[in-house]
């Protein structure tokens, strides 16, 4: 069975910094692009970042592009986000979803449970 | 980047109407597109992938149309666990975006 953990979320000041990571199980995590997804309280969905199976190519939206850095390590079926200068409406849940392929384009087949993150003063 | 629209963004239905939610892309997405369902406090779940590829699992009730900018997505007989919110996906490019959501509610 799929599964992804996701930890790391919690209440940080703004400007502060926040390392997320996603333990992936159940699959071969080294074949598959990963990506962050996230949502504000009462909002809809939106793409952060992914990162191609081999990690060798990695995207992110506008939102967080120069802020933010995605990472993974396959030895440790491990997906992360540094997460840097975090503003208050970075204040979302976070979640890990596996895409379909090794690519990084794609739909995403299987989804984390989430973390929290809360940046606020 | 590629925007995605959604209407209506709230639907109010009883069990068993036909419900038709459409996607509006600002530029071709050819057929690069998915659906998910998310309930309150639960992570989405994978409905349609490329848009009209049903995924393992979900009751066939459920199917989608379309290509290049303009999609559905239609459940041909509502259900009690169906009332949710919809999300369409374009996967065309590597900055992938969602639409803004449908909310479907009991009428």
């Known amino acids: 069975e799929v599964q992804l953990l996701e930890s790391g979320g919690g209440l940080v000041q703004p400007g502060g910094s926040l390392r997320l990571s996603c333990a992936a199980s159940g699959f071969t995590f080294s074949n598959y692009a990963t990506s962050w997804v996230r949502q504000a309280p009462g909002k809809g969905l939106e793409w952060v970042s992914v990162i191609s199976a081999s990690g060798g190519s990695t995207y992110y939206a506008d939102s967080v592009k120069g802020r933010f850095t995605i990472s993974r390590d396959n030895s440790k079926n491990t997906l992360y986000l540094q997460m840097h200068s975090l503003r208050a409406e970075d204040t979302a849940v976070y979640y890990c979803a596996k895409t379909y392929s090794s690519g990084p384009r794609g739909y995403f087949d299987h989804w984390g449970q989430g973390t929290l993150v809360t940046v606020s003063s | 980047d590629i925007q995605m629209t959604q209407s209506p963004s709230t639907l109010s239905a009883s069990v068993g109407d036909r419900v038709t939610i459409t996607c509006r892309a600002s530029q071709s997405i050819s057929t690069w597109l998915a659906w998910y369902q998310q309930k309150p406090g639960r992570a989405p779940k994978l409905l349609l992938y490329?848009?009209?590829g049903l995924e393992s699992g979900v009751p066939s009730r459920f199917s989608g149309s379309g290509s290049g900018t303009e999609f559905t997505l239609t459940i041909s007989s509502l259900q009690p666990d169906d009332f949710a919110t919809y999300y369409c996906q374009q996967y065309n490019s590597y900055s992938q975006t969602f639409g803004q959501g449908t909310k479907v509610e009991i009428k």
């Open positions: 490329m848009a009209s």
